[in-house]
């Protein structure tokens, strides 16, 4: 984790996607005095809207995704395997590179969140801010944050496939879009491959929307096992 924490892209990549949080804020909807909670609901238009969906699969890959590339094409990986096994470096990068996705989107919402506690609750009228209402921002953020992960895992697959840094950085915003495209042109009822309804969660997910989070937990274990064949295939090449 220190090593991802000390990535210059990471910040970068959290950077960027904060400005298109920023440019997506709605400033033409504050009217004081807010309700309260208000600023809750402000965070929430910030994070789920077409600007930060364009986003994901750009930002999420910046950090790490072409890790194995950078490393294999510079003769770093040589050095590295040196001094860990084959199964560590595979463990390490699967993580890092999932975690990088995860971050790069988590850091930018935490920061947006604390922008709009600060610049707009001392705008609301009193009153109680209920847990349910705090949990739909935190969920909302959560599965975005996911979505970063798993882009972040593709682009892991495709940099150990195709070791290449187009690859690695192209296909998992082309896979992402082409999900899209399918659902809006050709599978209208085909909601649990649409990146937007990850998001938004509006469709039937089951009992308290449990449904999301057991599908983002396959996901990520299938892309991150596929990661780790992928690099298990490379790794004995060398």
Known sequence: MKELLKEKGLWTASFLCLAAMAFSFPFDEIKTPLGTGSFLN????????????????????LPVGGAYVRESASGFLKLYLSRISRLDYIKRKTIQIYAGGFLTLFLAGIAAFIFCFFGLYPLELKGDITWKMVWESLSLLLRISLIGGIAAELSGIFGAVFQNYYMAYGLPFVSFYMLIILKERYFSELYALYPAEWVKCQQDWGADHTGIWVFFAVFSAVVILLHGLALYGRLQEI
Request: aromatic share 16%; glycine share 0%; no cysteine.
């Open 42 to 61: 402000f965070f929430q238009k910030v994070i789920d809207n077409k600007t930060v969906l364009f986003m994901i699969p750009i930002v999420s890959v």
